[in-house]
């Protein structure tokens, strides 16, 4: 009993291992939107059994990030314009209300360490990093869903964010944006500052809001250029 406890975890550690992986590599492109997976390639390359690898396409099958066909095997899943049309809404008032719960529980430490994140978040955008940038403000949204501590709110929002990252979207491409954002996290900051919970909640759903507004409208210029 106490061999089959540890081969049963060991198992366990190696498809979510798998799993990591081949997330890794859907987020990268490496298994680019709309691609068959190839199992036994897989199989061979990663030195696993079907076992551990199958679980693993499971997992990320219920995460969206793959879909599977009957007789016909395991995709790489595409997001559509619908698909995002109808998930940012849904994350605007998710992350709005971590706002709003941030905003009731910050103590002044966490203002502190937000005011941190956000001169450097200046400074990314008056330099123009927009690498540096994005992983700023991930860092952002990630502390003040940490401050909202809610981790149902945390989980569903980390669970359609792997969706809307399936996209490989660039919304600071477009132009104006990053002003515009930075702009949008200033004022949910400055009303974060302030403690004023209903201020914060509406301020991230407008920056939410306007971001799902921006890739349409840098979506809709690549589309004319192209037919162009």
Not at 16 to 34: C, D, K, N
Not at 123 to 151: Q, S, V, W
Not at 182 to 198: I, P, Y
Not at 208 to 225: F, I, M, V
Request: contains cysteine.
């Amino acid at each position: 009993m106490h061999n089959y406890v540890i081969m049963h975890a060991i198992q366990k550690s190696l498809h979510m291992e798998v799993a990591a992986q081949l997330r890794e590599s859907i987020f990268a492109g490496s298994l680019a939107p709309g691609s068959f997976i190839d199992e036994a390639a897989l199989c061979e390359s990663m030195h696993i059994s079907r076992t551990p690898l199958r679980e693993a396409l499971k997992v990320l099958s219920a995460e969206g990030l793959v879909r599977h066909q009957p007789r016909q095997g395991s995709f790489v899943s595409t997001v559509s314009e619908q698909d995002l049309d109808e998930i940012f809404p849904v994350i605007a008032l998710l992350e709005g209300r971590c706002a709003f719960e941030a905003a009731s529980q910050a103590t002044d430490a966490d203002i502190a360490a937000l005011q941190t994140l956000h001169e450097r978040l200046q400074k990314h955008a008056k330099a123009k990093r927009i690498n540096e940038y994005y992983e700023t403000n991930f860092a952002i949204h990630e502390a003040i869903i940490t401050l909202a501590n809610n981790k149902w709110l945390s989980q569903v929002i980390g669970d359609l964010r792997k969706i809307v990252k399936l996209a490989r979207l660039q919304q600071l491409h477009a132009p104006g944006r990053l002003e515009q954002s930075l702009s949008e996290h200033m004022a949910v900051f400055a009303a974060l500052k302030a403690r004023d919970a209903e201020g914060a909640e509406a301020a991230m759903r407008t920056h939410l809001t306007r971001q799902r507004k921006a890739l349409r409208d840098l979506a809709q210029t690549q589309q004319s250029r192209l037919v162009v």
